[in-house]
């Protein structure tokens, strides 16, 4: 469930605005700190993300490895993970 107040995300010069939905749960917490900036970290939380992601695209521009290969390999690598977490049960 969602509440009906949203953060938006103040704007400033020529920045578009964003509007978020948060649970209400979320909402009530955030309101006990009334004295944080909530726009300001929404705003760096995206910028943080899309670097992460941006160096990620870089870092994986020149793999080699098809779609094919990324499903077998994390088949293996789920087989594996699922044998050894069955013989410590």
Do not use: C, G
């Not at 970290?41 to 990324?70: F, G, H, P, W, Y």
């Amino acid at each position: 469930m969602y509440t009906h107040d949203i953060l938006i995300l103040e704007e400033v010069a020529d920045m578009p605005n964003m509007t978020l939905a948060i649970p209400i749960e979320l909402k009530a917490k955030m309101d006990q700190f009334r004295e944080i900036n909530w726009s300001e970290v929404a705003r760096q939380a995206i910028q943080e993300k899309t670097l992460l992601l941006e160096r990620m695209n870089q870092m994986l521009s020149k793999s080699q490895l098809t779609k094919a290969d990324v499903v077998k390999y994390s088949r293996q690598i789920k087989k594996n993970v699922w044998k050894k977490h069955k013989k410590a049960a």
